[in-house]
């Protein structure tokens, strides 16, 4: 099915976009590139050398890894969670 885009230049939806930096607004794009979808997922599946595969993503879209993520919060079962 073809999504309809009549209204894509008055769209409030994409009014974000105007207060994206450039970096930001080059995410937007990529991740919305089918291509890059597909190499996304292919480091998403179980694979042998995971490294090779994220070497490729790295090149292709000029991507860098250079750490592991970190939490972005910190998680504990204080007040809203479940512990004592």
């Known amino acids: 099915m073809t999504p309809d885009t009549s209204g894509w230049r008055t769209s409030p939806g994409y009014d974000f976009l105007?207060?994206?930096?450039?970096?930001?607004?080059?995410?937007?794009?990529?991740r919305r590139n089918r291509d890059y979808q597909r190499d996304y997922a292919?480091?998403?599946?179980p694979a042998p050398d995971l490294q090779i595969i994220t070497e490729g993503v790295r090149l292709r879209w000029g991507l860098r890894f250079p750490r592991p993520t970190d939490p972005q919060c910190h998680r504990d079962d204080g007040v809203l969670g479940a512990g004592d």
Do not use: F, G, H
């Open 18 to 30: 105007d207060q994206l930096i450039a970096p930001d607004l080059a995410w937007e794009c990529l």
């Open 42 to 45: 292919d480091t998403e599946r």
